[in-house]
């Protein structure tokens, strides 16, 4: 069974701080890795997908990487913004058409 | 990217009252859709996965008489909770996929309250 991790948590930086939000799988074996930014009270807003034959992808201040055989993605956000404050989520895909499995999560705060 | 709509944003209803909720794929068709449960600070929880034209698979422990899932066209699904509880309440999240199954989009999220 697929398990996702999300470390850390929580996170609180100051405005301007490059980070790095971490995700790990315990199944190699994906199709693709999907991360998501959810609002308080809101829906989930896709940021990035990452097919299994890609290495990263880029949208913006956000980098996502992707090492399959190590069962690891980090999303790299640069010059944070109050405005990234937000839950960020990982989730990945088995096979093409399967369900999504979600990590727990990572709660970005950043302050002004 | 692609706008997945929930209605109604919020809902408070009675015990014992049943509330139908919609999702639709605004600007794609949705050959498959998701229901999400979430609990506050916790991560989505699948309900269901529903084909269009074909019956909902539910998940293990989701009642499938509760919780009616219909997706009866390309671009609607709706979820009905019936005979609403107060444990029911929740925040419901719809997702749908398009017909190449890469990237799964989702809706704004219902908020329901049970009285």
């Known amino acids: 069974k697929q398990e996702v991790t999300q470390i850390p948590a929580a996170l609180s930086v100051p405005e301007g701080e490059n980070l790095v939000l971490n995700c790990s799988f315990t199944d190699s074996a994906i199709y693709n890795l999907q991360w998501f930014r959810q609002d308080p009270g809101k829906g989930l807003t896709s940021l990035l997908l990452?097919?299994?034959?890609?290495r990263e992808q880029t949208s913006g201040r956000l980098n996502a990487s992707l090492d399959k055989s190590s069962g690891r993605s980090t999303l790299y956000i640069a010059a944070s913004q109050p405005g990234d404050s937000a839950t960020y989520l990982c989730?990945?895909?088995?096979?093409?058409?399967?369900?999504?499995?979600f990590g727990e999560g990572t709660q970005l705060t950043v302050n002004p | 990217g692609a706008v997945v709509s929930q209605h109604p944003s919020w809902v408070i209803c009675k015990s014992g009252t049943s509330v139908k909720i919609e999702c639709r794929s605004l600007?794609?068709?949705?050959?498959?859709m998701f229901w999400y449960r979430q609990f506050p600070k916790q991560s989505l929880m699948l309900m269901a996965t529903?084909?269009?034209?074909?019956?909902?698979?539910?998940e293990q422990g989701v009642e499938k008489d509760k919780f009616l899932i219909n997706h009866a066209s390309l671009t609607l699904s709706t979820l009905t909770v019936t005979s609403a509880h107060p444990e029911d309440s929740s925040f419901y999240i719809c997702s749908a996929r398009d017909r190449r199954q890469e990237t799964q989009y989702f809706g704004p999220g219902t908020r329901l309250l049970v009285l």
């Open positions: 529903s084909n269009e034209g074909s019956k909902a698979t539910y």
């Open positions: 989730a990945v895909r088995r096979a093409s058409g399967s369900r999504l499995t």
């Open positions: 600007d794609f068709q949705a050959t498959t």
């Open positions: 990452i097919q299994s034959s890609q």
